[in-house]
């Protein structure tokens, strides 16, 4: 993600892994926070369908894949497919934009139908919302007009967007509303749910029957065995959340004129008036009218959404603007290990000699 924001002071990172604990007996690890208190782990899936539910205003989802016909919640209760719950609040006045990859490979071609080398079902799930008020727009990969040609073919046929993030409203208090999201690495499409038991075979007649993920070998469903899932996503709360919309609304419009371009209709077009401009909405709090955690709060951070591409050689670590001070936590992601030894060696020379400094490195296992 090359959208870079200021540091924000004070927002709430809830992190989660795929728990639910009406499944799963295996308690996770405990974490304990500065102040010694223990970290109440999130339930990703309940957490982020019960957001939904509650949202009023609007609903923002960027995904890799998106399936409609996924249960986020698999208990017996709440269990209506996510399409449907969309579309059910879209018909209550809730704003439901969906933009997710365009796969290249799915397309229908000479009259045949092609479902996709990377099975996103990116063409079944626009099909499903042709006739609801939720909009959705497919976005390809695209290299810039600055390549070549053949540079923006082999772009736009090889690489993908891969953000994943649910972005909307929810209760602040007092009558009024706020912005939260939900991001991390699970796309809310098929294989993806999963516990910490990871089973392979136990669950694969009840809350894996619809849902049999394996792409490695040819094997029936109903035997097995699965391919687990293992991811972490978080959810913000707080001055940070409305950065992560704003690179939604980005994004929204630079794909919604791709769209336009390519067939001339009333709907393209109306595609650019689809966004919510929530400085005109008198319920919903700005960015910089709640202070959403004191600085005793153990779960305050300084952070930001990201750091913006080629800012390992411009980046002021030194400098108290850049991910803050002392009792800062630091989040650096790097893609290759020598710009990773480079970052750790700038950083151990600015923290040295200060007291309490956490730092939290991010690193791609393979």
Not at 125 to 141: D, E, M, N
Not at 338 to 363: A, E, M, N, T, Y
């Amino acid at each position: 993600m090359y959208a870079s924001s200021d540091l924000r002071q004070g927002p709430r990172l809830i992190c989660s892994a795929e728990k639910r604990r009406t499944v799963c007996v295996l308690k996770l690890s405990e974490v304990r926070l500065g102040n010694g208190d223990g970290y109440q782990h999130g339930q990703c899936w309940r957490d982020v369908y019960d957001a939904i539910c509650q949202a009023r205003r609007l609903i923002y989802i960027i995904g890799w894949s998106m399936f409609h016909t996924i249960h986020l919640v698999r208990d017996g209760h709440d269990d209506m497919a996510l399409g449907d719950l969309l579309r059910r609040k879209s018909q209550e006045g809730v704003q439901v934009l969906l933009l997710v990859w365009d796969d290249p490979t799915s397309r229908r071609l000479l009259g045949i139908k092609m479902e996709g080398y990377m099975g996103t079902r990116d063409e079944e799930t626009r099909r499903f919302f042709k006739h609801s008020s939720v909009q959705i727009l497919l976005c390809p990969r695209s290299a810039g007009k600055r390549h070549s040609w053949v540079k923006q073919q082999e772009t736009g046929t090889i690489l993908t967007h891969h953000q994943k993030t649910v972005i909307l409203d929810a209760d602040a208090g007092n009558h009024r509303r706020k912005i939260v999201a939900f991001m991390g690495g699970l796309d809310l499409c098929g294989g993806r749910y999963d516990t910490p038991k990871h089973t392979l075979f136990r669950t694969l007649q009840t809350f894996h029957k619809e849902d049999y993920y394996n792409p490695n070998f040819a094997v029936e469903d109903a035997r097995g065995p699965r391919e687990p899932w293992h991811d972490l996503h978080s959810k913000i709360d707080g001055p940070e959340a409305y950065d992560v919309l704003k690179n939604f609304e980005e994004r929204w419009l630079k794909a919604s004129k791709r769209s336009a371009a390519k067939k001339l209709s009333k709907l393209s077009r109306s595609h650019n008036d689809s966004l919510l401009w929530i400085n005109k909405i008198p319920d919903i709090i700005a960015i910089d009218d709640e202070i959403y955690s004191n600085d005793d709060d153990p779960e305050r951070w300084d952070v930001q959404v990201s750091l913006p591409k080629g800012s390992i050689n411009h980046c002021k670590i030194n400098n108290s603007d850049i991910h803050g001070r002392a009792l800062s936590k630091f989040h650096l992601e790097s893609r290759f290990s020598d710009q990773l030894i480079r970052i750790l060696s700038r950083v151990f020379q600015k923290i040295h000699g200060r007291p309490l400094v956490r730092i939290l490195f991010v690193g791609k296992m393979y």
